[in-house]
């Protein structure tokens, strides 16, 4: 089985997101501060400090910062290893540059918690995991081992020993949660932009499949009262032309072979879309077109049209929108690849809403799972491998994600549940057990004016390409 592009993308992570160039501007406005704050403690607090291993620690940076800019172009994209190694020096010199000015004590000692929720937002989990541990080891080891901070007068100026351990905790607590919340954000917020690639990946191949199938029956019809003539004439040749056996062959070659052009633009064109004639379509023909490609994969697929039949709720013409096609043949594709024998499609409609219910008598989402049906990269539905179902396929829920994100700019709204309790006993179990998929629109936002529908049509207008 190809690997999917998309999980390779997920896989990969955050990797070569991070510029260089970030980085550095970032560092910068750090050595302002630093410097700032240790000018400040030393003119106008009176603290005493070793200024030569302060000046050490602050002129790394500065070092660290020239060459980076000197050797790597501004477009310089750090990879997974060079932003972890960058981080690590920023990291090892905040830790020595609070080792000389009181450790723990020192209110700035927070900063240590901004590499390593960079990092969880820069880098993959096991490179967060590594800053963070080491991030832990070193404020435990400035809590205790460090340069006391003194006055002129040799006062030491030193925090409860209380304090100290409280800030501590807070500290390692900080670095887990924060670096924890962020790459969990991250990480959702990386996985939803590959769905959406691949919702409009999706969407963009339906769209073109709609536009050539537009050609073709555009093509159909144009060519179709030439064919015709041709026909007629090929024909009355064949009546005139009986004494004369070769010619006679040749306008039945003719015939023939206008008879087979007629055939191949019908097959091409029975799936053309971009007419204006088909630009709207009942609600019923709609669903069926949507499961259309699965008909033919042995499941048995029931359709029930139940809606309030009147004068006043007749079946909608609805726009025929790519979104809502899509989206439904994806629900019904799901429900054909789990079913184990029955799929049910009911289109219901009443004075105010338009909806369409598919349910299969297959296992059904997984009871821990299905909160989050509908969000990408949720992987498996129930015991799929174990039936033999999908065979090397790997669900990682785009199918339904997709098909909810197009149906949702339809302005559907969509539930999903199971038809049954997994701990009802064989003969408790109804027919319709496994997924059901409820899509409901607001009548007037997808259906089409009457007067519209039932008005001329204009001319075909050519595809933009």
């Not at 550095?24 to 700032?36: H, M, P, T, Y």
């Not at 240790?38 to 790394?60: E, K, N």
């Not at 191949?264 to 630009?279: A, E, Q, W």
């Not at 309030?308 to 709720?313: A, E």
Request: proline letters at 5%.
């Amino acid at each position: 089985m190809v690997d999917n592009p998309l999980n390779s993308l997920s896989t990969e992570a955050h990797s070569e997101w991070v510029r260089l160039r970030t980085l550095i501007n970032l560092r910068w406005l750090a050595i302002v501060g630093q410097s700032g704050a240790v000018l400040f403690a030393s003119i106008q607090l009176g603290l005493v400090l070793d200024i030569g291993l302060t000046i050490l620690a602050i002129g790394s940076a500065i070092v660290f910062n020239i060459a980076s800019t000197l050797i790597y172009p501004k477009n310089k994209r750090l990879s997974e290893r060079e932003t972890m190694l960058t981080l690590l020096f920023d990291l090892s010199q905040l830790v020595f540059l609070l080792f000389l000015t009181g450790g723990l004590n020192n209110p700035f000692a927070l900063l240590i918690l901004v590499p390593v929720t960079i990092s969880a937002t820069a880098l993959r989990l096991k490179s967060t995991v590594f800053l963070g541990l080491l991030a832990i080891f070193l404020i435990s080891v400035v809590a205790n081992y460090y340069v006391p901070l003194q006055s002129q007068t040799g006062e030491v100026l030193r925090m409860p020993y209380l304090f100290v351990s409280g800030f501590w905790i807070a500290l390692i607590i900080g670095v887990i949660f924060l670096a924890s919340y962020a790459w969990r954000i991250t990480s959702e917020t990386h996985s939803m932009s590959q769905a959406l690639i691949a919702t409009q990946m999706a969407l963009s191949r339906e769209q073109k499949l709609t536009d050539l199938g537009g050609v073709v029956a555009a093509a159909a019809h144009e060519l179709g009262t030439p064919l015709a003539t041709i026909m007629l004439v090929s024909s009355e040749l064949l009546e005139e032309l009986g004494d004369h056996p070769d010619l006679k062959d040749d306008a039945q070659l003719i015939r023939d072979q206008a008879d087979r052009c007629r055939d191949i633009l019908r097959d091409m064109g029975r799936t053309g879309k971009d007419d204006m004639l088909v630009h709207h379509a009942p609600l019923s023909e709609v669903v069926r077109e949507a499961a259309e490609p699965h008909q033919e994969r042995g499941k048995k697929i029931w359709f029930k049209i139940a809606g309030r039949q009147s004068k006043l709720t007749p079946q909608p013409l609805i726009h025929r929108h790519p979104e809502i096609v899509h989206g439904l043949r994806n629900l019904i594709q799901n429900a054909v690849d789990f079913s184990k024998a029955n799929v049910w499609i009911d289109v219901m409609w009443t004075a105010d809403t338009i909806t369409v219910v598919v349910a299969d008598d297959g296992p059904g989402y997984p009871a821990d799972l299905i909160g989050r049906i509908g969000d990408p990269f949720v992987r498996k539905r129930r015991v799929e491998k174990a039936q033999g179902q999908r065979p090397g396929y790997e669900g990682m829920g785009l199918g339904l994600f997709i098909a909810k994100t197009l149906l949702e700019r339809s302005c559907a709204e969509i539930t999903f549940a199971n038809g049954s309790d997994p701990f009802l006993h064989l003969e408790e179990i109804p027919q319709r057990s496994g997924a059901i998929v409820e899509v409901i629109w607001p009548r007037d936002l997808i259906e089409i004016d009457a007067s519209l529908a039932h008005g001329p049509l204009g001319l075909n207008t050519p595809f933009k390409i």
